[in-house]
C-alpha cells in the first residue's frame, strides 16, 4: 500500500485498469470523471465479479489500447465482499491493476454532506456520522490492499482532479495544450478564445498588389508582416506576458487553452502572427495547435 506515493505517469495504456473505492464523500465520483476527462471507460458503481468481464468486452471492442476503470462501493451489496477474490485474480492476469482507495477525516466528510444536503447512504434512520463510520468499518480491510491511498480532507476537486491526472494520465495529457487561432475581426470574435489580441495596427499585405492574393502562410506575407518592427516587438511582448499565465494555466489544472489573433479578414495578419507565436511556444516545450478559423473565407 502506497499512501500519497507518486506512482509514475505511464505511457503505456496496454491492459490499463483502475479500480476505485474508499469513502462515500471523498470523492470518488470526482476521480473517476477525471478519467473520464483522459479518455477512460469508466463504469459506476457495478458489482466487483463483473470488472473482468466488462474489460474483456471493451478490449475486444477497442483492442488492448484499453484504459478501463470501474467505481465501487459497499452500495453493492453482498457483491462487495468479493472484492478481495476480484483483485487477486486481475493481478494474476495480464493487465497493470490498481487499486485506488480514497478517504477523508469525518469532520470533512460531514460537512461535504452537508453542504449537498444529500443523506450518508449507509445511514439508515441514524445521522450522517454514523453512516460514516460504518462504512470506514467495512472498508478498513480493503485498505491495505490499496496500491494508492488518497486523503482528500485538505482538497478541493481541481487538486484531486489534477493528482489524478499526474497519476494516471500520460506524460502527454498532463501538459497544457495551447491552440493558436487566428481569425478576422469582420466574422465576429471566436467565443472559445481566453485570449484576443489584435494586430490590426500592422501595416495590411492586402493594399501590396502582389501580396494581396496570397497568405499568411506563405513566406513572402510572413516575410512582410514580421518585418515590420511594431510587429516584431509585439510577437516578443506578447510571449513575455502569457509564459506566465500558461505556468498558471497548469498550475490550476486548466489543460487547454486557445489563444486568438485578430486582423480584419483573418487571411494575412493574424494568419503569420499566429503562425509565429505558436512556433516560439511549441519551440519552448509547449503542446501547440495552429488552426486559421477564416483563412480561405474571402
Known sequence: MHDESPLAPSSDTTGDVVIITGLAGAGRETAAHALED???????????????????LRASAVGRENRFAVVVDPRSGPFFSELFDVVAQLRRADLR??????????????????????????QGEEGVLEGIRREREMLAPYRPMADL?????????????????????????????????????????PLEADHVSDVRFIPNPYWVPELKPKRGTDREVAEFVLGDANAAEFVDKY?????????????????????AI?????????????ERIGDRLRSSGNAVRIRHRDLGRE
Open 239 to 259: 510571449l513575455e506576458m502569457i509564459i506566465p499565465v500558461l505556468r498558471g494555466y497548469s498550475a490550476e489544472n486548466k489543460h487547454f487553452t486557445t489563444l
Open 38 to 56: 483522459m479518455g477512460w471507460y469508466v463504469v459506476y458503481n457495478i458489482a466487483p465479479q463483473l470488472i473482468g468481464t466488462l474489460y474483456e
Open 97 to 122: 491493476l490498481r487499486l485506488l482507495f480514497l478517504t477523508a477525516d469525518e469532520s470533512t466528510l460531514v460537512r461535504r454532506f452537508d453542504s449537498v444536503r444529500r443523506p450518508h447512504p449507509l
Open 149 to 189: 491511498v488518497i486523503d482528500t480532507s485538505p482538497l478541493n476537486v481541481h487538486q484531486l482532479t489534477m493528482k489524478m491526472r499526474t497519476v494516471f494520465g500520460t506524460s502527454e495529457e498532463q501538459r497544457l495544450t495551447v491552440t493558436m487561432l487566428s481569425f478576422g475581426f469582420k466574422y465576429g470574435i
Open 262 to 274: 485578430g486582423c480584419t479578414g483573418g487571411k494575412h495578419r493574424s494568419v503569420a502572427v499566429a
